[in-house]
């Protein structure tokens, strides 16, 4: 089993700045991937950021260049650094993990961003 929990949404207004954490526990050697993802209202999830990050190319276009993805190995945690936001970037944002053959999920954290 792998646990995720995301921290360090709010509200922020437009050309602000987060850092959402997701600090991974349990079986976390198991763990292939990593990945932040975000969920609008009446859209569908999207891959914001994956981890390995093979690059920036990976990354969603619409946070080319204003989203960060790093790994802290020594506290098991992702953190996603989001510059310049948007209004668009308003979204619950949620952390997962491809490990033991299946996905895991963290509960999310939503972000708001104010115009």
């Known amino acids: 089993q792998v646990q995720l929990v995301e921290s360090g949404g709010g509200l922020v207004q437009a050309g602000g700045s987060l850092r959402l954490s997701c600090i991974a526990s349990?079986?976390?050697?198991?763990?292939?991937?990593l990945g932040w993802y975000r969920q609008a209202p009446g859209k569908q999830r999207e891959l914001v950021a994956p981890f390995p990050p093979g690059g920036s190319k990976n990354y969603a276009d619409s946070v080319k260049g204003r989203f960060t993805m790093s790994r802290d190995n020594a506290k098991n945690t992702v953190y996603l650094q989001m510059n310049d936001l948007k209004p668009e970037d308003t979204a619950v944002y949620y952390c997962a993990a491809d490990a033991l053959g299946r996905d895991y999920w963290g509960q999310g954290t939503q972000v708001t961003v104010s115009s």
């Open positions: 349990g079986n976390v050697e198991s763990i292939l991937a």
